[in-house]
């Protein structure tokens, strides 16, 4: 048996291999610390890409979004002169129907305006920042001519204060003697009166 | 650095090496007061390992042959034999030489022994005492076989002639680099006679052994090789002659120092020093001393072995270590380049957010109001319009009067608007009698859209002559193929001035006094795609 592996090899040897234990254990150590901070640095560094992936997808939506607004700048004043991002002004309304029924010589005029609610837009679309809302309005108006009812609800629509885009109406001749001053034209029409509403509430 | 031991019947000679040299040197009696200044000076020198080379007179070399087996067999055999010839000494050797040419073909075998072993025992005593690593113990007569290798003496028949510390001259005889005897004699020159005639007549003493033991033929030659320094040499070599069986090699310890490498060369004749370092260029294989004679190092060597281990273990761990970090730092390095990049990415994004334009809402509400204004309002579109591109189309037809429009915006190709039944005052002769339509199919109202589609009803009369049906079917389809000519805009016949399809009832009223004209009813639907219009 070699000396080597009796008890008094193992006691002469003792500090020689306890030496090797500690430079195993500590090359280990200093192996497994080396890779645990490799893999650390890759996985930071992936992270690090990613990072730089989305901001550099951050920085275009930026500049997109500035260049959309840019380019939207002047269509966003208008609609912010005509009132879209402001709340009804039903008495606004009232009057400027009434005005234009004198304007144009209607002979009679019925309308309704329905409590406003949360517009529903085709396909469900929402918009994350602003609500749409809208008052259903109905109007029935009696002329002598169809253009006057055309001209009235032109004008209606046309208007410098809001948005009234008419999705139905319905123009029908009235029987009657052609030579009389009577309303020979009857209107049906429907419309939204919209208006849009800041989810953060910065305007009414 | 090691240590070597020269050790003869009246010297033991200490020589410390450091390198290629020899850095210490000390020479002891062989006596109780030699051991003791021995014990003293080996305690100096404890962590070297020793090696001790033993010329000695009590060597006895003997020649055998045993069959040609197995290494186990033969390790069993030797053993067997070195211990019934030398039974009452430990310090005992056989080094099989070479196998007989003919017959079974033995191996040749030869055994010496230090047959006195009271002669070691006092220095491997101070050895063990102290725990100094015993590397082996040597014959200097075996070992000597490498010199001649290493001097180019390869004779048939050589015979090495070297001096020891202490007055001897060792004779050690090769047949084909094979030693097969050796012996010692003491240099004791008689009255009137040189130490070049001593050499001369032991020499030719021991030719004649050699020969008496028929080592030589009839015109073998025996090349003796004496091994002297310069200043030796010139008392020496007068008395040398040579003859036909013998021959005679002066060794100048100058050329051998040079053919060696050893610096300086020795001072003088006696060999220990060449011996020391041929065994530092060539070490040889411990001859005598057991396994537990040189355990401590063993364990020395085991020690080293462990060290020497660690050190390459931890420095493969450290190298992998390296590697590991090499790798790291590098891709720390390209994280420090995203970092900066990922700065300037931010301050650009920061400078860009602060130039865009605000009317104190955030971006999103203004990107969605105008979003929403250019997908629903922007296009959408008016009656009016309408009304004007088909008041243009009936102008071109005076005969057609417009009693009814019913017109919806919508998103729904498929939507149709709810239009009144038309009272006519005079109506036709002929007419088709259809089953009640089916109810319009109107929008749905509650989904806002961007009105994508125009679509109206659109009830009226044609004026024609009575009973010219083909004349009104032909101007209401001609109608209707104008307004289809509109951009994105399509026109058909829904209710027809006369329906003629086979499955139609139709009903025929003519009466003794008809009017000269008619004018029948027809219904068209026009759909206006604002999607397809360029």
Redo the contacts between chains.
Sequence with gaps: M???FTA??WK??R???L??A???A???V??Y???W??LK??R??IA??R??EE??A??DR??R??D???E??D???M??ARG??EREHRLDLVEKVNALRSRHQLFSLDYEIAPQRA?????GRV????D?L?S?VKLRARALH?GDV??F??EL?RSRQG?Y?????????I?GPADELVAHVEAD??L?W?T?R???G??D | MAHFLYLTNSRLVSMATRGKRIAARREFAVSGEGVAEFDAYLATLRTEPVHLLTDLAEEDFRLDTIPHVGSRDRDAILARKLTQMFRNTPFRYAVVQGREPEGRRDDRVLYTAITNPEVLRPWLDVIERLNVPLGGIYSAAVFSSAMLQALDLLFPHALLVTFTPGGAMRQTYFRDQEIKFSRLTPIDPEEGQSLGTLISEETTRTWQYLDSLRHFGEHDRLEVCVMLHAGDRLLVQPSLRDFAQIQHHILDMEGVGAKLGIKPAPLGSTAEEVFVHLFLARPGRNHFASPQMRRFDTLRRARITLRRTAVAVFAACLAWTGWNMDRALATTDQDLRVTRELGMLNQEYDRVTRSMPSFGVGGSTMRDSVAFYNSAIRGFPRVTDFAVALSRVLDRHPEVQLGQLAWLATDDPKATPAIAKLDLKEPPPVRAVTAEAAPARPAQPEAFGGGRYEIALVAGTVHVANNDFRGALADVNRLADELSALPGTRADVVESPLDTASNVQIQGRHSEREPQTMEPRFVLRVVRDHGAAP
């Design positions: 070699s000396p080597v008094e090899g002469a040897l500090g020689a291999w030496v090797l500690l430079a195993v500590a090359g280990a200093f192996v610390g080396s890779h901070y490799g640095e890759k930071d560094s690090a890409g990072s730089l901001a550099r951050r920085l930026a500049r979004e500035r959309n607004l840019n939207s700048a269509v966003f004043r609609l912010v879209l991002l517009l529903p837009l085709a396909g918009f994350p920042s602003v749409v809208a259903r169809e055309l001209a609800i032109d629509s948005f885009p008419v999705d139905r109406c319905t123009l029908r001749r029987a029409c429907t939204e919209i849009l800041d989810k953060a910065r305007h």
